[in-house]
């Protein structure tokens, strides 16, 4: 809980002040996208005992109390403009859109290949915002790395294939929107605008998973695993997210994106038992090696 507190605090600090701004982001992200998967992971062990609406209800409701309790969001809209109210309810229905599609990809399809469909959005971004050769490089890297995740990795139920890319058109409004809310000019810290965006979130996938969460309500294990769940997909990673959106351009963010179908594989493997096949295991490698040699000047 210590370690836990300790990463919540920092993630209210601007992004100029204290330890936060001596990490450097691409820590961040690396971390960020560890909890992305590995959340998810134990999520599909809970679809044994609650329905998979229930489970992303249980993950962006228990997020959303944790924010409450912590941050009290509700206060962020009568503090900022707008502009910045807009931008928070945009990113409250990505979060539930987003999180309700994607529950609904992995019970269907395997966690990477879900995770390489929801790269193909984010490497558009990339591409559109890479200026040097450098960049040009890791973004070939990349793409043959994640290319070759999911050449391997087409394999599911067709319904799993439209969930699967609805997530990752959701995935990349995220990028778009929740980049845009961590440079606002606001009066508010990042990490309560985020809460407020979770709040909101709440109530749009309430009427879409109450239903399937009921059993949850009646079985401590899996309430309290999608408390978990909750806190290791929604809270610890999009608190990272906004610290490393904040020092790092949004084309670089999106192509950093890369490091998520080699996590998701590496994250099957040690949670859910899928053994790689070497391509994959060489495609990860790829990935990591592009990803390394990015290159953003914001942080020269």
Request: net charge positive; charged share 15%; proline share 5%.
């Amino acid at each position: 809980m210590k370690a836990l507190k300790s990463i919540i605090i920092r993630s209210g600090s601007t992004a100029g002040s204290g330890i936060s701004d001596r990490i450097p982001p691409q820590l961040y992200f690396v971390a960020s996208a560890i909890f992305h998967y590995l959340g998810p992971s134990f999520a599909v062990m809970l679809f044994a005992r609650v329905s998979v609406d229930g489970v992303a209800w249980l993950r962006i409701v228990s997020a959303a109390l944790v924010f409450v309790i912590w941050r009290k969001p509700w206060r962020v809209f009568r503090k900022n403009n707008v502009h910045v109210q807009r931008l928070i309810i945009a990113l409250g229905a990505t979060f539930a859109l987003m999180n309700y599609s994607f529950y609904y990809a992995i019970d269907k399809l395997p966690l990477g290949t879900v995770a390489a469909i929801e790269f193909l959005g984010p490497v558009l971004l990339a591409l559109i915002g890479t200026k040097t050769i450098r960049n040009l490089l890791a973004l070939i890297l990349t793409v043959t790395g994640v290319w070759f995740l999911t050449e391997v990795r087409m394999q599911g139920e067709p319904e799993g294939f439209i969930w699967a890319f609805a997530s990752a058109i959701c995935f990349t409004v995220y990028i778009i929107i929740a980049h845009r809310l961590a440079m606002a000019d606001a009066v508010t810290k990042p990490v309560d605008r985020l809460g407020a965006a979770m709040l909101v979130a709440a109530v749009i996938i309430t009427p879409l998973g109450i239903k399937g969460a009921v059993p949850a309500f009646t079985d401590p294990v899996a309430l309290l695993a999608g408390i978990g769940v909750g806190l290791s997909s929604s809270v610890i990673p999009y608190a990272l997210d906004q610290l490393a959106m904040k020092r790092l351009s949004r084309a670089t963010y999106s192509l950093f994106v890369a490091l998520l179908p080699a996590t998701a594989v590496i994250i099957g493997i040690v949670v859910l038992g899928q053994i790689p096949t070497w391509i994959e295991a060489v495609a990860v490698m790829v990935i990591i090696g592009g990803v390394l040699i990015v290159q953003d000047k914001r942080n020269k």
